[in-house]
């Protein structure tokens, strides 16, 4: 490739960064506080999650808290006049990255899952003496690719959308510290909590949203489909799109539900449930969705168990799904998976699972760390204690006799309160007092 063309397309992505970085609506992400010590670190960051979920803001960021502070250089691979480039070109970006940016030690290379060999580059620039941070929208590029060239030389971080409160800072509500709120208050942070769960935390979708919700939803659509073309089938390289997406679509629909790829393999006259894992496995990786495992001393058993889906934000999920903004239990659900996968993304010792038994009865999150389950939790749409169903409480306490776990809570949208329930303490917390709990 010309490196006329390259050092072009290098300060063109510089000045449209530039413009990024200087809108008022820039926040600092939470993860800062965890991940912020690790920008001095000469070690390579390598940052994933959605595409267009703040991975190139937060790299930036990331790259503010180091020594050098904004001497850096940064090049995006997500750009139609990159598509081609090859391991001979990359000498050649180095040079254009250093002659528009001038000396700099700290690089950044955006979305490298659409390099070819980048694992090899980066492994070669950081021998050199370059301190890199590397983002991508695939989540088996931290797993595979990079465990066999950066072994030891890497640490894995994950970026997702808006959390509901970076939600409430984007959209100017910032909540204040403590645990008491006005009524007014706690009005208006429900009102908050309801738009966050029509819209979702991807940035973009959120600042729209504050004009019209209608053109966020619009282009969260596109951003699926985005999703699906290049990230499914265009890096897979499959042959049926429209399968793919049926089978995207159907995931996306069972939030908070158990899947079954025999089920999935069957509706759409798949020869083989390996085509189906496969499927359900790329569109897991893309950041779409994702899936809990039932909880079970057994590997075998947990691993041939139905799984859980949820979708990774509730604002795709509602441009996607028929309908799915009439459900808010589940919905409700839904963002309860999200945000504890954002807490573990901060906190690898923590494992989730969900919890069923042979009666049926059904316990929606497992929080184990280490041997022991530190918690169970029920999500309910409740406004009051006669609005949570028995059966909610029962297969708490059933799960709790069996794990040996007493930490009990029930997220519910309105009642708050804590009980003794066949001599177990049960505590009942809102939703969004839930996400706003400090977790230090």
């Known amino acids: 490739m010309n490196p ?13 960064l ?17 991940w912020g010590a690790w920008g001095r670190e000469n070690i390579i960051k390598v940052i994933t999650g959605p595409r267009r979920a703040g991975k190139s803001v937060f790299s930036m960021q990331l790259v503010q808290t180091a020594d ?17 480039i090859g391991t001979s070109d990359l000498d050649r970006v180095v040079e254009a990255l250093l002659q528009v940016y001038g000396d700099a030690k700290q690089i950044i290379l955006d979305e490298v899952q659409n390099l070819e060999g980048w694992e090899l580059f980066a492994s070669r620039l950081q021998r050199q003496g370059f301190n890199l941070t590397i983002t991508g929208s695939n989540a088996r590029l931290l797993s595979s690719e990079l465990a066999t060239h950066l072994t030891g030389r890497h640490v894995a971080i994950e970026i997702l959308p808006f959390s509901f409160r970076e939600f409430l800072i984007f959209t100017g509500t910032r909540p204040e510290g403590g645990e008491v709120f006005s009524t007014v208050e706690e009005a208006k942070l429900k009102g908050k909590l309801l738009e966050y769960l029509e819209v979702g935390g991807f940035p973009e979708a959120a600042k729209m949203a504050l004009k019209d919700r209608q053109m966020a939803k619009t282009y969260l659509r596109t951003l699926y489909s985005t999703v699906v073309g290049r990230d499914i089938v265009g890096r897979h390289r499959i042959k049926y799109l429209k399968t793919v997406r049926e089978a995207a679509d159907l995931l996306i629909s069972s939030y908070s539900s158990m899947v079954s790829l025999r089920n999935i393999a069957k509706a759409f006259g798949m020869r083989s449930i390996h085509t189906a894992k496969n499927y359900a496995s790329y569109i897991e990786e893309s950041y779409l969705v994702f899936f809990l495992e039932k909880y079970s001393r057994g590997l075998k058993e947990r691993s041939n168990a139905p799984k859980k889906a949820y979708c990774i934000d509730t604002g795709i999920l509602n441009s996607v799904a028929f309908r799915a903004g009439e459900n808010l239990g589940k919905l409700m659900e839904n963002l309860v998976a999200v945000e504890l996968m954002r807490r573990r993304a901060t906190d690898s010792s923590l494992e989730l699972y969900y919890w069923r038994d042979y009666r049926q009865r059904e316990v929606d999150f497992v ?15 409740a406004d009051s204690r006669d609005d949570v169903a028995d059966r909610e409480l029962k297969a708490l306490l059933a799960a709790s006799d069996e794990l ?19 001599g177990k303490r049960v505590r009942f917390v809102p939703l969004w007092r839930w996400l706003l709990e400090d977790r230090q």
Do not use: M
Request: charged share 35%; with cysteine.
């Open 4 to 16: 006329e063309r390259i050092r072009t397309v290098i300060a063109d992505q510089r000045d449209e």
């Open 404 to 422: 040996g776990c007493r930490e009990l809570l029930v997220i519910t949208w309105d009642y708050e309160g804590e009980e003794l329930v066949d």
């Open 68 to 84: 050098e502070g904004y001497a850096y250089a940064y090049v995006n691979f997500d750009d139609e006049r990159l598509v081609g």
């Open 367 to 381: 929080l184990k760390r280490g041997a022991g389950v530190d918690e169970l939790i029920q999500v309910t749409y």
């Open 18 to 34: 530039h413009r990024v970085l200087s809108e008022p609506t820039i926040i600092e992400r939470e993860g800062l506080a965890h």
